[in-house]
C-alpha cells in the first residue's frame, strides 16, 4: 500500500472537549446552547494544533468568561455521528466552582440562552442519551483516579 493509499484510510475525526463543574451540594452545571434544544456541558471543538484540554480552557472561557482549574481527564468517548462522520470526545474533571467564580459567570449571549446546576439524576431529563452516559461515567470515575472509555456513550463491552 502506498503513502497516499494508507493516508486516505486513515481516521481524521473530529475532536471536541468539554468540562464537567460541580456546586457545593455535588449539582453538575449544564449549559442552555442558543443553537440546542437540549442542555449540554461547557466545551466545544478542538481547533488545529491545540489540545483537547488548551480547547476546554478556552471553550470555557469563551463560553462562561472564567478561568477555574481544570483537572484531569475523566471521559474518552469515540462518538461517530451520522452526517458529520468520527468524533472523539473529551470530558474533563472542573471540580467545584466556588461562590466566586459562579458570581462571574457571563454567558456568551449568541450561543447560550442559560446554565444551571441541577442533580446527577435529572441530568438524563436534560440533555440526550449519548452526552447523560457520559456524564454518569465521569461522575462514577471521578473519585477512582480512572478514566473512562466509551463508544457511543457506552462502555465497548455492552456498546454496538
Not at 483537547?52 to 471521559?75: D, K, T
Not at 455521528?81 to 474533571?93: A, Q, S, V, W
Not at 441541577?118 to 441530568?123: D, G, I, L
Not at 440526550?128 to 477512582?144: E, N
Request: hydrophobic share 35%; aromatic share 8%.
Amino acid at each position: 500500500m502506498s503513502n497516499n493509499e494508507h493516508e486516505a484510510k486513515m481516521a481524521r475525526p473530529r475532536m471536541a472537549a468539554g468540562a464537567l463543574f460541580f456546586d457545593e451540594a455535588d449539582r453538575i452545571l449544564l449549559v442552555e446552547p442558543s443553537y440546542k434544544d437540549y442542555r449540554d456541558i461547557p466545551g466545544g471543538y478542538v481547533e488545529h494544533g491545540e489540545s483537547p484540554r488548551q480547547a476546554c480552557v478556552r471553550e470555557v472561557f469563551e463560553e462562561l468568561r472564567i478561568r477555574p482549574n481544570i483537572g484531569r481527564l475523566l471521559v474518552v468517548d469515540w462518538a461517530p455521528t451520522p452526517g458529520e462522520g468520527d468524533k472523539i470526545l473529551y470530558l474533563f474533571d472542573g471540580g467545584y466552582l466556588s461562590a466566586d467564580l459562579r458570581g462571574r459567570i457571563t454567558l456568551q449571549a449568541d450561543e447560550l440562552h442559560g446554565y444551571g446546576f441541577h442533580p446527577a439524576e435529572h441530568v438524563p431529563d436534560l440533555t440526550i442519551p449519548r452526552l447523560a452516559h457520559r456524564i454518569a461515567a465521569a461522575v462514577q470515575v471521578r473519585t477512582t483516579g480512572l478514566t473512562a472509555y466509551l463508544e457511543h456513550g457506552e462502555p465497548p463491552e455492552s456498546a454496538g
